[in-house]
């Protein structure tokens, strides 16, 4: 019986070290997929003056880096029920293509938990694990493909040089102060709009009808976001905090509050 019980706690912990090494293998790859993207900078992308004139006084640069890591820390609400979860979070979003892989790590239930959101070549993922193995949130598909291009356009803010090299996203500006940005994903397009004040920083965003997963639905639902603590990461003048929410019937639920601590682009 002892011997039993010693070969299946083997195996149980050879099975967790195994898929463990698996997804943290898939995150590495995502993530190589960003930074190894070299396409040519563009000479000019067509952006309104508002935009161009917001990423210039930001830092950002045309033929600037081709990728930027930042990191951050951030509280996270899975369930407006339960308490929210601290997370230190990596993020390697490309400038000159819709990619990005953002990996937050924190515990939950006592267990270390990891999530990736990311798109990359235009198709969306969203995946959470304890421990690395438990699967507790997955997601794949044309609605996890624009709604994970519509996360990589609430980054912009954020990276001025993604705002004047990135060819495949297109602006347009609807009113004073009010822009709306569009990328494509694999199965099609999304936009996010972007809110300017009177002295032209970026301060707030919103998108109509990102896909939220409820239960086993996912429903078109009002996101917004908010930017402020404008500080100074070396030459970049960027939003160091933010805050989203979906917008519900009952009201606002703001799943997240982050801050970055880090911002390092390409060398």
Do not use: C
């Not at 993922?125 to 699967?135: Q, S, T």
Request: aromatic residues 10%; without cysteine; hydrophobic residues 45%.
């Amino acid at each position: 019986m002892l011997l039993m019980l010693i070969v299946g706690l083997a195996g149980l912990a050879a099975y967790v070290w195994f898929e463990s090494r698996n997804f943290e293998t898939m995150i590495a790859g995502l993530r190589e997929r960003v930074i190894a993207a070299r396409e040519p900078a563009a000479a000019a992308v067509e952006l309104p003056d508002i935009v161009r004139a917001y990423a210039m006084r930001a830092g950002g640069s045309i033929g600037g880096p081709a990728f930027v890591h930042l990191r951050h820390r951030a509280m996270l609400v899975t369930d407006q029920r339960r308490p929210p979860t601290n997370i230190d979070a990596d993020q390697w979003l490309a400038t000159r293509r819709t990619d990005l892989v953002w990996v937050g790590r924190g515990s939950m239930f006592g267990l270390p938990v990891a999530v990736i959101d990311s798109v990359v070549d235009g198709s969306g993922l969203l995946e959470a694990r304890l421990a690395g193995v438990l699967p507790v949130a997955k997601g794949l598909g044309a609605d996890f493909d624009k709604g994970e291009l519509q996360r990589y356009l609430s980054e912009l803010p954020v990276h001025p040089d993604a705002i004047l090299n990135n060819t495949q996203l297109r602006w347009r500006q609807i009113e004073d102060g009010l822009v709306e940005v569009s990328g494509t994903s694999q199965t099609g397009p999304a936009s996010v709009r972007l809110f300017f004040d009177a002295s032209g920083d970026i301060i707030s965003l919103e998108a109509a009808d990102r896909p939220m997963t409820v239960g086993s639905k996912i429903v078109p639902t009002l996101w917004r976001g908010q930017f402020s603590k404008y500080k100074q990461f070396g030459r970049y003048r960027i939003p160091s905090y933010g805050e989203v929410s979906w917008v519900l019937p009952e009201g606002p639920f703001t799943y997240w509050k982050g801050e970055i601590v880090a911002y390092e682009p390409e060398q």
